[in-house]
């Protein structure tokens, strides 16, 4: 195994496995591409797309539970004094490097990620009353499938405006202190000086990653199976 295999080498140190890079490239892609397939009606695609979004995050929070230690949530979230502190430093161009997320941007991930959840899990209730509805519409009566529908139309807007605030914060990063965070979520490793003196980030077991992955995935096309695509 090589130095940089097993974490370190000089000023280089992997800090994501690819577990928490698939997920994110992979809801960057479904994103958009739910929207298209909504706008354009072509809802068993959208439907494909809600299931594997649903997965991923359903794994997601498995992985942030017991993946490894930069995927935690145990390990990056911090208080809110934290958080503030880590703008503050942001403002003054002084934030230290962190391997794995900052203090602040932790809870952008929470937030972000809860939000695809409520997303998921309230178009599985919707109904457009025409020909779509989700897979468990009918196990609701009609005014909490109603409810479901509203917030599921609602809530991508939400996902986007914090989404497009996430993108700012990376691009202030590079602004403000020359930092190229998407890198390292591209590669896994993290590139700064002295970084070869930090313990390297302990990674999870891939067998367990493909597990929960597997899990995640069949809990998903099980409540697909609850109901027919669309029933007229
Ligand atoms: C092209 C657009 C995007 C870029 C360049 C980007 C870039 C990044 C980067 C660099 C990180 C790591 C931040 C850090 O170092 O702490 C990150 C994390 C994250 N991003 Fe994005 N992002 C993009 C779009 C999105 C979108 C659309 C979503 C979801 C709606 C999203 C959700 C997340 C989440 C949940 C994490 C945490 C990853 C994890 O711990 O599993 N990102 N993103």
Known sequence: MTMLERGVSGGRLKVWDPWVRLTHWAIVLLLPFSWWTAETSRFDLHFLSGYAILSLVLFRIAWGIVGSDTARFARFLKGPVAA????AHLRRR?????????????????????????QAIAGLFSDDLIFTRGPLARRVDEAWSSLATSVHLRVFWVIVACAVLHILAVVAYRV?????????????????????????PR??????????????????????????????
């Not at 503030?84 to 703008?87: Q, V």
């Not at 929960?212 to 027919?228: E, H, R, V």
């Open 94 to 118: 002084e934030a230290p490097v962190d391997i794995g997320h900052n203090a602040a941007g932790g809870w952008m991930v929470l937030l972000l990620l809860g939000l695809l959840l409520v």
């Open 176 to 200: 403000l202190l020359g930092r190229n965070l998407v890198r390292p979520m591209v590669t896994g490793v993290l590139q700064a000086p002295g970084l070869d003196r930090a313990p390297p």
């Open 84 to 87: 503030m502190r880590h703008l």
């Open 203 to 232: 990674m999870g077991s891939p067998l367990l990653a493909l597990v929960l992955l597997a899990g995640a995935s069949t809990f998903s096309w099980w409540i697909s199976t609850l109901a027919p695509l669309s029933a007229f």
